[in-house]
């Protein structure tokens, strides 16, 4: 800040400005009054010294006696006594005249006029013709000697003298002035500082209470007014550094709330501009603006947009559902007002995709455990009804017959057993018998089982296991379940006439990544993309036209998922149409005990 805009500069300011105009205004009154007293004394002066002169000429003194008392007069005093237009007797000073400057003198008519009357003259007066030369200040008088002779005495004095003396004086009024500026000026700065500091101070204290410092406080030296705006100063930042720590903590208790919101919630304000939006409005905001539906790329979905305006028109509360790609959400919009008139508007986003899955999902899943149970049902019922009926005449048929209904019986206990195991390990009841093994032999053995059916259906089943001696820590018969089902998989996709089909169970142990990866990999008919993230789902099936003899139970998959991920491992499957599928068994080595 400049120091003029201070208020030290201005008290400052003011105060020598003040003094500057009393100390001009009081130096032309004495400048002005000394001048007049000056010439009036000097006037005197000189007509005491005429009369002096006129005393000793009328007493009849010689004129040799006028000499000692004309060194008695200042050098700058003049003497001139005439008679008859003679000079009798002179002081000079250091103008030295001439008879000429005498003469003019002499006959001067102004001087003559009020000398005839008698009369005391003091006038200026310039000896020589030039205006420019030294003019004196003159005074005459006319006395008459004893003898009954005139005379004329001309005492002056130079007005260069007198403008000295006045010059001196005026030095001294300046010199005295300055002085007495200065010394104000260190006085009033002084003062006005330690005036202002405490303003200083809280001028600083309220900056640092505009940047959300509120410890700070203004100290208070003085009990006057500004000591009392110090200390009301100081109770306004307490009570406002309350304020704001209370503001701060409902900010913070509101954010959070909106943070670790589930739903999505957006404030709109009335011309449809978002004002505050939590994570998961963020996240749905960025599905819309980015999915294939929003060619225009506009902000928000114009249904939402439809509501906001259905909900400016009517003020009533607005509930829809937003659907976009297979995202589906609920949208429920109120008014917030300020009196009467409306504020914003306030948007609660739900996402409703994982509950119409999971609602498609126990559809699907009534539906297909109803289909997969229908069917054997339907043959067992079927089979029955042709022995009891009497179609089947011949013991081979009837045994044929009877086989096909101990089968279907096989295939409804496997369907229910598996729908148990899967319902034990969803709810956690999953208990593993673990014990350390070699890998390798337990791979061969699993593999060996399917030699058979491998032959049958025309394809190559070999095994491949980098770590021949490594052992693991794990539930023989729980991953013994995992493996075959998917080589059992893998063979039924794969092998067909006219096809050399291969399958092969690859276990490789990766020390670095602290994994063992063991690989079913087939060279089948693979699985379609789309059909990849749902693979482990329950009775979800990628080849929706499976003719009878190929069919599982549908829940394998997950089955095999909840036991490679209750010993802490991972399964994922990398396919291609028409080119085979490999399904990859990730789990911990350092989890091996």
């Known amino acids: ?302 249904k939402l947009d439809e509501m906001l305006s259905n909900i400016w028109e009517t003020r009533e509360e607005q509930v829809g559902e937003i659907s976009f790609g297979d995202q589906t959400y609920v949208a429920i919009l109120t008014l917030l007002y300020n009196g009467d008139d409306i504020r914003s508007i306030v948007t609660v986003i739900r996402d409703m995709t994982e509950e119409k899955r999971l609602e498609k999902m126990k559809t699907d899943f009534v539906n297909n455990v109803s289909h997969e149970l229908r069917t054997p049902i339907s043959m067992l019922q079927g089979y029955s009804e042709a022995i009891i009926d009497g179609v089947a005449q011949t013991d081979e048929e009837v045994r044929e017959f009877a086989q096909i209904i101990y089968d279907e019986s096989l295939r409804i206990g496997r369907l229910v057993n598996d729908m148990l195991d899967l319902a034990r390990m969803e709810a956690g009841f999953n208990q593993l018998d673990k014990e350390r093994e070699q890998i390798a032999p337990f791979l061969d053995k699993v593999v060996s089982n399917f030699e058979v059916l491998a032959k049958e259906n025309n394809v190559k089943l070999r095994l491949v296991a980098d770590d021949p001696d490594l052992e693991y820590t794990f539930d023989q018969d729980r991953m013994e379940q995992v493996l075959v089902n998917l080589i059992m998989n893998a063979i039924r996709h794969t092998g067909r006439e006219d096809y050399d089909g291969v399958v092969e169970v690859h276990e490789t142990a990766n020390f670095y990544a602290d994994e063992l990866v063991i690989k079913i990999i087939d060279n089948g008919s693979g699985i379609a993309e789309e059909d990849i993230p749902f693979l482990f789902e329950r009775f979800y099936k990628a080849d929706k036209a499976r003719v009878r003899g190929k069919t599982g139970t549908g829940i394998g998959l997950s089955i095999v998922k909840n036991i490679v991920e209750a010993h802490n491992g991972k399964i994922s499957v990398e396919s291609n149409l028409g080119i085979g599928s490999t399904f990859i068994i990730t789990l911990p080595l350092s989890t091996d005990v």
């Open 1 to 302: 800040m400049r120091f003029w805009h201070s208020i030290v500069g201005k008290i400052w300011g003011s105060i020598i400005l003040l003094l500057t105009a009393v100390l001009v205004a009081t130096g032309f009154f004495i400048a002005i009054t000394y001048g007049d007293k000056n010439s009036e004394q000097i006037t005197e002066d000189i007509h005491t010294t005429t009369e002096h002169i006129g005393n000793l000429i009328e007493s009849g003194e010689n004129l040799d006696m006028l000499d000692p008392a004309f060194d008695l007069l200042d050098e700058s005093i003049g003497v001139i006594v005439e008679q008859d237009g003679e000079v009798i007797a002179s002081k000079q000073t250091s103008m030295h005249l001439d008879d000429a400057s005498y003469q003019k003198l002499f006959s001067n008519q102004k001087f003559n006029e009020h000398l005839d009357k008698g009369d005391f003259v003091s006038e200026s007066y310039n000896f020589y013709q030039d205006q420019t030369d030294e003019t004196v200040h003159m005074g005459a008088q006319r006395f008459k000697t004893l003898d009954g002779n005139i005379c004329t005495v001309y005492v002056y004095r130079s007005y260069g003298d007198i403008l000295e003396i006045t010059g001196q004086v005026t030095k001294t009024l300046v010199i005295s002035g300055i002085v007495a500026v200065l010394v104000t000026s260190i006085l009033s700065y002084i003062l006005s500082s330690r005036m202002s500091y405490p303003l200083r101070e809280m001028k600083k204290i309220a900056i640092a209470v505009s940047k959300g410092n509120f410890d700070n406080r203004v100290p208070t030296y003085t009990h006057d007014e500004i000591g009392d705006l110090g200390i009301a100063f100081n109770k306004m930042a307490q009570q406002l550094k309350y304020n704001i720590s209370a503001l701060r903590q409902e900010k913070e208790q509101l954010s959070n709330i909106l943070v670790g919101m589930a739903d999505g919630v957006i404030k709109f304000n009335i011309d449809k501009t978002i004002i505050l939006s939590n994570p998961p409005a963020e996240q749905f905001l960025h599905d819309w603006f980015f999915s294939t539906e929003n060619s225009d790329k506009v902000l928000i979905p114009p």
